[in-house]
């Protein structure tokens, strides 16, 4: 476990991980290097998002794209969000509709785009961050929409540490050697995730965990949230 002291530092760590590892991030996704993905978690965000029906989907901290582009193949209005300029270009550059934007900047009402399914695929990684793009996701979603989280199954990724809330050292383990400045990341017990979605007026109305069909293991949970007085 790293320093619970530090979470503004921690919290800058990981913005500037993202900025180093932009580009190996793309090609690690656009390459299809992770196999997690492929045999599974992807296919589970992108089942949970169409199982709300969208009209519309917002992905924020959404990378270099992907999921925005996989629902304009399926014939959905999408468009993306990121705090990292260059994810968002290379989003762009692939086609599509995306701009910057933090989870910050999402929770303070700057941003203005809205959707029926807001989705959040493996970008909730710190503490305060995470607070702060719930707290704030309401003002992305049109009446009656969906907030869908795809994060890491937190039984599986507690390892041998303590479960309880708290940071974790980072690693890029298992990813090219071409990643660097590994962040620390924010462990929440499934119990520590459900209070906080309450917390911040979202009710949950479904959570699955798909199953890693190599391991039989979870892969990931997904969360599917609405507003709570809506
Ligand atoms: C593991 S990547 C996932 C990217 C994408 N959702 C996907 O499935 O490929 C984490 C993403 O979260 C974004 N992110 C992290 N902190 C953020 C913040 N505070 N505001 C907006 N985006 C953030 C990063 O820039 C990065 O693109």
New binding site residues.
């Given amino acids: 476990m790293v320093s619970d002291t530090g979470t503004a530092q921690h919290?800058q760590h990981?913005?500037e991980c993202?900025?180093q590892n932009?580009e190996p991030?793309t090609d690690a996704?656009r390459n299809a290097e992770i196999a997690s993905?492929v045999l599974a978690?992807?296919q589970a965000?992108e089942a949970a998002v169409l199982a709300t029906r969208p009209g519309s989907v917002l992905?924020?901290?959404?990378?270099?794209?992907?999921?925005v582009r996989r629902m304009l193949a399926l014939g959905i209005p999408a468009r993306?969000?990121?705090?990292?300029p260059a994810?968002v270009d290379s989003a762009n550059a692939q086609g599509g509709e995306f701009a910057v934007?933090?989870?910050?900047?999402?929770a303070a009402g700057r941003v203005a785009w809205q959707a029926d399914t807001v989705?959040?695929?493996?970008?909730?990684?710190?503490e305060e961050?995470?607070a702060?793009?719930l707290r704030g996701v309401h003002r992305l979603l049109h009446p009656g929409g969906h907030f869908v989280v795809?994060t890491l199954h937190p039984v599986e990724a507690c390892g041998q540490m303590p479960y309880q809330d708290g940071w974790r050292q980072g690693s890029w383990d298992g990813f090219s050697q071409r990643f660097v400045n590994a962040a620390p990341w924010y462990f929440r017990t499934l119990e520590s995730w459900r209070a906080l979605f309450a917390a911040c007026g979202l009710r949950l109305v479904s959570e699955h965990w798909p199953v890693h069909p190599r391991t039989g293991r979870p892969a990931s949970v997904v969360f599917v949230a609405v507003v709570a007085d809506a």
């Fill in positions: 919290e990981i913005l993202w900025h932009a991030w996704i993905r978690t992807n965000v992905d924020v901290g959404c990378g270099e794209g992907w999921l993306g969000l990121d705090v990292i994810l934007a933090s989870y910050e900047d999402i989705s959040c695929n493996f970008a909730l990684i710190g961050s995470t702060q793009l795809q």
